[in-house]
């Protein structure tokens, strides 16, 4: 159990396109989803936090007119990437919290197998 | 705020040797949770552990060990007699405590350490 799919897994787009990628949760559902990204050789990096029906809480420094993030449904969240440059070339990675087990809902974080983009 | 310190960018290390991962934090928050996630070439992280911090006993599965001392803030992580599928990014991270039901308790990374393990 506990399953996050991330599409696509690896998307070459160029610059000035956008780019959506999707965070499903396949046998849980997610109250709460989170964006990372990283770049090469570095950590990962929260992008934003989004909770299901509300808006997203961005990171300081994170554009949100740049990154559009909705979590419309408890087991999809959805990244956009607008008008890409090369810059936002990374790997972006997910992850899912089942808030709906226990008291607090589910400490654990479980994470997507990541999205590779490329902008050229 | 939070923040997990590796020092320890790369560690390489030859086949049946034990290593041990280095991993400090800082939180202002007395109940907390603590990670570590192998990250594989793929870029897929793989949960290996999390601790809470009113548990300060040491855990042992299998090959892979992990010391926490909240005396000095470290929660290191040990891997007895390494394989070279061992080699991979170690990312040691934290968590503050859920406070209600939708709040994102937001994981906080520290730099990652790259081991390599050299048949």
């Known amino acids: 159990g506990a399953v996050v799919s991330q599409h696509p897994s690896w998307v070459i787009c160029k610059s000035g396109t956008s780019v959506k990628i999707e965070c499903r949760s396949l046998?849980?559902?997610?109250?709460?989803m989170f964006w990372y990204r990283q770049f090469p050789k570095q950590s990962l990096m929260l992008m934003a936090t989004?909770?299901?029906?509300?808006?997203?809480?961005?990171e300081q420094g994170v554009e949100k007119d740049k990154f559009l993030i909705n979590h419309a449904s408890l087991t999809l969240s959805t990244l956009t990437v607008t008008s890409a440059h090369p810059e936002d070339s990374s790997f972006y990675i997910c992850?899912?919290?089942?808030?709906?087990?226990?008291?607090?809902?589910?400490?654990?974080?479980?994470f997507g197998p990541g999205t590779r983009l490329t902008v050229t | 705020a939070q923040k997990v310190t590796q020092a320890q960018t790369e560690i390489s290390v030859v086949e049946k040797e034990d290593v041990t991962l280095d991993c400090v934090y800082e939180t202002r928050d007395t109940t907390y949770y603590l990670f570590w996630y192998k990250q594989p070439p793929s870029g897929e992280l793989v949960f290996l552990i999390r601790?809470?911090?009113?548990?300060?006993q040491n855990e042992i599965s299998g090959r892979y060990s992990w010391n926490f001392q909240k005396s000095t803030s470290s929660f290191n992580f040990t891997i007895t007699a390494s394989q070279v599928v061992d080699s991979a990014v170690y990312f040691c991270?934290?968590?503050?405590?859920?406070?209600?039901?939708?709040?994102?308790?937001?994981?906080?990374f520290g730099g990652g350490t790259r081991l390599m393990v050299k048949p």
């Open positions: 601790r809470n911090s009113f548990d300060e």
């Open positions: 046998d849980f559902q997610a109250t709460t």
């Open positions: 992850s899912a919290r089942d808030g709906t087990s226990g008291f607090f809902g589910s400490y654990e974080q479980y």
């Open positions: 989004s909770n299901e029906g509300s808006k997203a809480t961005y």
């Open positions: 991270a934290l968590s503050e405590a859920l406070r209600n039901n939708n709040a994102g308790n937001m994981l906080t």
